[in-house]
């Protein structure tokens, strides 16, 4: 990610202001310090601040990529002296764990959750219409209950 340059609106209204202003008159003195000069001097010192922030920026862009650059050859020799190391004592061995691998004997799998205790419950399972309740009650005459 590049780090945004940075602009000011406000500089660039001062910078409008000041040209309208020496259209007025170049050498404006309103008193208490309020000179054409002044602002323009002032002006002036916060554009070259702003430049002097955007070029750190700049600086600290080029940077990060440097870094970026000199991290991922770290990494790839890193991987590369580890598989040159595998390949010499094999991936088991104790001189591949010393070089910061993984010894695969001390891989731990992942164990599944055993099944439920518990089975599921069908509708043939939960029988909660007694056929025989069910004819008893029809021919009494009297409704049949659930239970």
């Given amino acids: 990610m590049v780090y945004q340059k940075r602009n000011s609106t406000i500089l ?9 202003l020496e259209s007025l008159n170049p050498q404006l003195n309103l008193g208490n310090g309020l000179t054409l000069q002044d602002y323009a001097t002032l002006i002036k010192l916060a554009l070259q601040q702003l430049q002097a922030y955007n ?3 700049a ?3 080029r940077d990060r990529i440097e870094f970026a650059a000199a991290e991922a050859s770290v990494a790839d ?10 390949a010499t004592y094999g991936k088991n061995s104790k ?3 010393i070089a910061g691998g993984k010894v695969r004997t001390n891989y731990k799998r992942s164990t599944k959750p055993a ?3 518990t089975s599921e419950t069908t509708l043939s ?3 909660f219409l007694d056929t025989d309740l069910l004819n008893d009650s029809s ?6 209950s659930l239970g």
Wanted: proline share 2%.
């Fill in 95 to 97: 001189e591949y764990e």
């Fill in 139 to 144: 021919r009494n005459g009297t409704k049949a």
């Fill in 59 to 61: 600086a600290a862009d």
């Fill in 115 to 117: 099944p439920s205790t």
């Fill in 12 to 20: 660039e209204k001062a910078l409008a202001r000041l040209q309208g």
């Fill in 55 to 57: 070029i750190s920026l």
């Fill in 125 to 127: 399972d939960l029988n």
């Fill in 77 to 86: 020799l890193s991987s590369r002296l580890l598989s040159a190391v595998a």
